[in-house]
């Protein structure tokens, strides 16, 4: 045998022997023996349904669903638990527990594995960019939409070159996440940065990179990172990565880190001098993300390195969610030409409404049919991910101990046939013509998060962004149904949904 098979050998035997004795340990006297379990609960066994959880999420969490409706079930993970929630008496409590039980941070550097992949947070009290987000690009995106409606034009005419009266193949993933990133750009960093291809490139291959590392890393026990993080990757917010040469082999994280600053150092060092010889708001200062990370950031923390991440990791959790939710994250194709007629799905459903309320209608068919299609699109098997920080006792006698992960059950509960009648079916305008109690068609919003539509999660932690993203999405569509007909390459005429 080799050195490096006997090694491994010893590393997974010791891995196992730690595993079974901290499993067992800690399974003797757990609050969490007493909630059910979907695939193998004994220490080792369970560590086969903890590797069945990365590929088959969505089927374990459907199955818990279907047996546990409207109470906890749980599944392995390689370290600990993860308990998941339906029905909106449970949901309702993890909305309304505190953080310092419940944490949605904790819980996303948890998944990210961000200390090994980004450096240490720990002592951040909050993400600034979360403050600058909330407060900013919820309520102040208003006057910068006309530039984001500008960037959606330009971005689908280099996008898609239509050719006289040609069909023309177009990949909608690619497609759709390339005008994404640029227009999401135009409002985080403005232009010319936004077109640059090499930012927008950098952009959607970080969350890549991000998804990889993390895939990698998970597979190990916290108590092995250290020798894991050999091979990984472990880089300071500083940006000053271990350049350890396996660690650039396996993660391109650290990289990406670099490249981020070094494209983003020009339009940051201006506004950081412009922001010291002027003072806050000066005359001119664009309304972007960088401006409004720079005033939320403690002055202390304003460097480059500091707010070009922030601007990553902004890129990260914006890019790809909505890209997802307007396209299917395949390598699909659609044909497209150019359209001179008014897509005959306002005319049809524009005669339905006085003309004062057309406006209005067609504005809720177009959420309507964005919510039908990221509700069945099924990109999230869960939703309020929560690491629980302090022993958490749900009101029907459910305890979940300190360490474990919770969630609610969004995908399943999406597709349930009791919320949703022909649930796997869909229907455009199926909430368009959601019925009020006394029979009116009141629609229903996007934005509005709510126990049976957990998109954008729940509660006070409950995307910030979403505002500017379903108005970005709401433009987009609207732009291609005013701009090309399509169909199908493959002539199938209703879209390739994934069952949930
Ligand atoms: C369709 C696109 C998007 C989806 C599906 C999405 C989804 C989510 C979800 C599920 C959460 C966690 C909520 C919870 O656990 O209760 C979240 C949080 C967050 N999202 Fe989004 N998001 C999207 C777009 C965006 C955009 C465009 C931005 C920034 C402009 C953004 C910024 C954030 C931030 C800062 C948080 C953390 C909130 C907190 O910690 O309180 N998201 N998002």
Request: a positive charge.
């Amino acid at each position: 045998m080799s050195n490096l098979s006997t090694y491994s050998a010893y590393l997974l035997s010791a891995f196992l022997l730690f595993r079974f004795i901290r499993a067992y340990l800690g399974n003797r006297n757990s609050p969490l023996r007493k909630i059910p379990t979907i695939g193998y609960s004994s220490p080792l066994l369970s560590y086969i349904s903890a590797f069945r959880f990365f590929t088959h999420s969505q089927r374990m969490i459907h199955e818990g669903y279907t047996k546990y409706k409207g109470h906890a079930f749980k599944i392995p993970m390689v370290n600990g638990w993860h308990v998941i929630v339906s029905g909106l008496k449970l949901i309702e409590e993890i909305k309304s527990a505190s953080d310092e039980y419940m944490s949605l941070r904790f819980a996303a550097d948890n998944f990210l594995q961000a200390y090994w992949q980004l450096g240490d947070y720990r002592h951040e009290p909050d993400f600034y960019l979360i403050n600058a987000v909330r407060n900013k690009v919820t309520r102040d995106i208003a006057p910068s939409f006309e530039d984001v409606q500008d960037e959606i034009q330009a971005a689908f005419s280099d996008e898609i070159h239509i050719k006289g009266e040609e069909w023309v193949p177009v990949r909608v993933n690619k497609t759709s996440i390339r005008v994404i990133s640029r227009t999401s750009n135009r409002l985080f960093v403005g232009l010319p940065l936004c077109r640059d291809s090499n930012y927008r490139d950098l952009n959607i291959e970080f969350t890549v990179d991000i998804m990889i590392g993390l895939s990698i890393l998970q597979l190990f026990p916290d108590i092995m990172k250290p020798d894991v993080h050999l091979f990984s990757c472990k880089c300071r917010p500083t940006l000053n990565p271990d350049s350890r040469l396996v660690t650039m082999l396996i993660s391109k994280v650290p990289r990406q880190m670099r490249r981020a600053t070094r494209l983003l150092r020009p339009v940051i060092e201006d506004r950081l001098e412009k922001d010291a010889e002027y003072g806050k708001d000066w005359p001119g200062m664009p309304t972007d993300l960088i401006s409004w990370l720079i005033d939320a950031t403690p002055a202390s923390k304003r460097t480059v390195e500091n707010i070009s991440l922030q601007i990553l990791i902004i890129n990260f959790g914006a890019i790809h969610t909505t890209s997802i939710v307007s396209s299917k994250p395949d390598k699909r194709e659609v044909q497209c030409i150019a359209s001179p007629a008014i897509p005959s799905f306002m005319n049809r459903f524009g005669r339905r409404y006085r003309p004062s309320l057309r406006r209005k209608a067609g504005r809720s068919l177009l959420y309507s049919v964005l919510k039908e299609a990221s509700r069945l699109g099924g990109h999230t098997p869960t939703a309020m991910n929560r690491l629980v920080l302090k022993d958490f006792t749900f009101s029907d006698g459910t305890t979940i101990s300190a360490g474990t992960f919770v969630s609610a059950a969004a995908n399943a509960t999406h597709n349930d046939e009791s919320i949703y009648p022909d649930a796997h079916q869909y229907r455009g305008f199926r909430f368009a013509e959601m019925k009020s109690e006394n029979g009116g068609v009141v629609g229903q919003s996007m934005i509005k998060t709510t126990d049976k539509y957990m998109l954008f999660g729940h509660g006070k932690h409950a995307c910030p962004g979403r505002f500017f993203a379903v108005n970005e999405l709401k433009t987009m569509l609207a732009h291609c149904l005013l701009n090309y007909d399509f169909k199908f390459a493959d002539r199938r005429t209703e879209p390739p949904l994934q069952p949930g």
